[in-house]
């Protein structure tokens, strides 16, 4: 079974800046999107950045002019890139990827989370 394995969470100071990183265990055929969700403490999880393989970006208004996704397609890995990060911030980060072939359908994988923590 193939899984996401996210890296780069962590504790930080208001104002720092971090990279999440996430990036299939196995080889996944036709890759649509890519992405990034949070669930901040006694919330519901919430949208942050996806990309397309096409490279169409969308992105929460809440992290609009801090956040950047971007991805290496020859690596099937999508990076976020966090700046000018704030205590509301703080949350498990959570990958999703998305996938369609003809023969196997609609495939979704969701990582484990990894928490980024914003406090002085």
């Known amino acids: 079974q193939v899984q996401l394995v996210e890296s780069g969470g962590g504790s930080v100071q208001p104002g720092s800046s971090l990279t999440l990183s996430c990036k299939p265990s196995g080889r996944i055929y036709s890759i649509n999107s890519m992405g990034w969700y949070r669930q901040p403490p006694g919330a519901q999880r919430e949208l942050v950045a996806t990309i397309t393989s096409g490279g169409h970006i969308n992105l929460a208004d809440s992290v609009e002019g801090r956040f950047t996704i971007s991805q290496d397609t020859s690596k099937d890995t999508v990076y976020l890139h966090m700046t000018k990060l704030k205590p509301e911030d703080t949350a498990v980060y959570y990958c999703?990827?998305?996938?369609?072939?003809?023969?196997?359908?609609?495939?979704?994988?969701w990582g484990q989370g990894t928490l980024v923590t914003v406090s002085s």
């Open positions: 999703n990827l998305n996938s369609y072939t003809g023969a196997r359908g609609h495939l979704e994988l």
